[in-house]
């Protein structure tokens, strides 16, 4: 398996323009996540997903953040309009169930997103 | 709320030698899962090893092992014979076995740097 895969690895865009983040789970699995990452404030929870339905935003910053699963191998993220602040690396995770506490999650290798 | 505190930004260890990796946190919750995640410098995220609150037995995994102390809340890492692929960050993670993705919280990381 391919793990969790994510687009583009680097983004590097200006303020005001729209930024849309890819990710595709691993097959099979039911749960999608993504988190942002940074020096201040470490990993944060933005939103997440069960069975391609959304079942909490609340970690999402603002109005300016969207996410979507329109089918079970593939989400976005998106930011519109960008603002310098939203520079972070973000992450996308999958795991089998959200049933299971203990379930393991699969991390994607990121997207460092820089807004100038 | 729940709360993870590492309380070493970093640490480093001689190749081959020992080192202990702190975590405290803070929960009224009896049951609950503690995880240890490595950061690597690709940026993914892996699992190392989980603990469930009510099992008593310290989790182990090869080289990989905690010394769970639940009165306490402490939750440290100890890796034995060092490598120099296990520097990375490491963050110590909670979750409660309510199972909402929500509480999954992460501390804000230990920096490990193996000396050769």
Known sequence: DAGVIQSPRHEVTEMGQEVTLRCKPISGHNSLFWYRQTMMRGLELLIYFNNNVPIDDSGMPEDRFSAKMPNASFSTLKIQPSEPRDSAVYFCASSLTLRTPGEKLFFGSGTQLSVL | ?116
Request: proline share 3%.
């Open chain 2, 1 to 116: 709320a729940q709360t993870v505190t590492q309380s070493q930004p970093e640490m480093s260890v001689q190749e081959a030698e020992t080192v202990t990796l702190s975590c405290t946190y803070d929960t009224s919750e009896s049951d609950y899962y503690l995880f240890w995640y490595k950061q690597p410098p690709s940026r993914q995220m892996i699992l190392v090893i989980r603990q469930e609150a009510y099992k008593q037995q310290n989790a182990t995994e090869n080289r990989f092992s905690v010394n769970f102390q639940k009165a306490a809340k402490s939750f440290s890492l100890k890796i034995s014979d060092s490598q120099l692929g296990d520097a990375a960050m490491y963050f110590c993670a909670y979750r409660d076995s309510s199972g909402s993705a929500r509480q999954l919280t992460f501390g804000s990381g230990t920096q490990l740097t193996v000396l050769p």
